[in-house]
């Protein structure tokens, strides 16, 4: 058989084109997202701290801008964020114990990690807010 013929007979890897996009998939791209943007989020944290440490002036200064609508969004975002990747964090330390693999359970369980990081998210921010 040729080489070319031996190509062909190979089956390809499986791609984007051939899955459709499924939950469990895009909750596993948010959470390695997540983890990224937490990156950043540390940062701002980080930067936040620094500026207590270097004195009222600078401090208020770094306040007034997280206090603007971007920044408030930014810090929204970062909360939710910080929740949505311990949701997936708590996922896999059931599947660490080899718990939760069947269908339903990895279906609910990514259910819950699309509305509980929104929904503690919004308690937290209401709670700091009022």
């Not at 984007?16 to 989020?41: A, D, E, K, V, W």
């Not at 997280?66 to 929740?83: I, N, P």
Request: aromatic residues 16%.
């Amino acid at each position: 058989m040729s080489q070319n013929k031996l190509k062909a007979a190979r089956p390809l890897s499986p791609h984007l084109q051939i899955y459709s996009p499924m939950l469990t998939m895009t909750m596993s791209i948010m959470n390695r997202l997540t983890g990224i943007g937490l990156y950043f989020g540390i940062m701002i944290f980080t930067w936040w701290l620094m500026a207590a440490a270097s004195g009222p002036a600078y401090f208020n200064w770094v306040n007034s801008l997280l206090d603007t609508f971007l920044g408030k969004f930014v810090l929204l975002l970062a909360t939710w964020g910080f929740f949505h990747h311990m949701f997936g964090g708590i996922r896999h330390f059931i599947w660490d114990f080899a718990k939760g693999f069947n269908l339903a359970t990895v279906e609910t369980m990514a259910r819950i990690g699309v509305v509980g990081p929104v929904i503690i998210t919004g308690v937290l921010w209401y709670m700091l807010c009022n």
